[in-house]
């Protein structure tokens, strides 16, 4: 996922960083994507210096075990971790297909929930990446983001991986 986005940003003319197990400094990003696995959230955020007030989009699904305990979504435990905006965000599509958004007839949603001070940052990237964001709402919303991949799942379980996309109906 981090890899995918990584080319569709930039190929959308932003500069992209990618930072490993060997950590990194992130100081004066515009934003961090956290895409590693759940279990290695703690460790990959102890890695990286510089997160100081700067928006991390949290892209983890909880799909190895449990929330650590105290926290209702994964995203809230980020925050605990960072101090500083959060956004939930690109963990409700494939990775897979991104190199297909540029077949679909209409921009496919990406919804997110974010912070306030995240939601700008948030936005351009998800548009960046060819989708068009839907706000579920503030951080308090995360949850329901991540529980939505239990749709999602279980659709792509009968036929695939598919984008999706959210509107009104003048818009659909
Ligand atoms: N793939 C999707 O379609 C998709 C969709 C929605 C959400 N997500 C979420 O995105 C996250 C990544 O998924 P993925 O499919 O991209 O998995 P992946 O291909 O296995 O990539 C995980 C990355 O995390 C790195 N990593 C592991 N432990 C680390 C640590 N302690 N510090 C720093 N980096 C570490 C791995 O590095 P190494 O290469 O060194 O192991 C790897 O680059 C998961 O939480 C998943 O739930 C994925």
Same mark, same amino acid.
């Given at each position: 996922?981090?890899?995918?986005?990584?080319?569709?940003? &930039? /190929? #959308?003319?932003?500069?992209?960083?990618?930072?490993?197990?060997?950590?990194?400094?992130? /100081?004066? /990003?515009?934003?961090?994507?956290?895409?590693?696995?759940?279990? #290695?959230?703690?460790?990959?955020?102890?890695?990286?210096?510089?997160?100081?007030?700067?928006?991390? *989009? +949290?892209?983890?699904?909880?799909? &190895?075990?449990?929330? %650590?305990?105290? !926290?209702?979504?994964?995203?809230?435990?980020? $925050?605990?971790?960072?101090?500083?905006?959060?956004? $939930?965000?690109?963990? =409700?599509? !494939?990775?897979?297909?991104?190199?297909?958004?540029?077949?679909?007839?209409? =921009?496919?949603?990406?919804?997110?929930?974010?912070?306030?001070?995240?939601?700008?940052?948030?936005?351009?990237?998800?548009?960046?990446?060819?989708?068009?964001?839907? /706000?579920?709402?503030?951080?308090?919303?995360?949850?329901?983001?991540? +529980?939505? *991949?239990?749709? *999602? !799942?279980?659709?792509?379980?009968?036929?695939? %991986? !598919?984008?999706?996309? *959210?509107?009104?109906?003048?818009?659909?």
């Amino acid at each position: 996922m981090g890899g995918g986005l990584g080319d569709l940003w &930039r /190929s #959308a003319g932003h500069e992209v960083v990618e930072v490993g197990r060997d950590g990194g400094d992130c /100081s004066g /990003s515009d934003a961090v994507l956290l895409a590693v696995p759940q279990t #290695a959230i703690a460790d990959a955020l102890g890695s990286v210096s510089g997160l100081e007030g700067v928006p991390v *989009i +949290d892209a983890i699904n909880a799909v &190895r075990g449990p929330r %650590p305990e105290g !926290f209702e979504s994964l995203a809230q435990y980020v $925050k605990s971790l960072t101090g500083g905006p959060v956004a $939930k965000a690109f963990n =409700t599509n !494939f990775a897979s297909l991104y190199d297909r958004i540029g077949e679909a007839r209409a =921009t496919p949603s990406m919804v997110y929930a974010a912070d306030d001070e995240a939601r700008e940052v948030t936005e351009a990237l998800i548009r960046a990446a060819g989708f068009e964001p839907v /706000s579920a709402g503030g951080l308090e919303n995360a949850r329901a983001v991540e +529980d939505f *991949i239990g749709v *999602i !799942f279980a659709v792509a379980g009968q036929s695939g %991986p !598919f984008l999706y996309r *959210i509107a009104p109906p003048d818009k659909l």
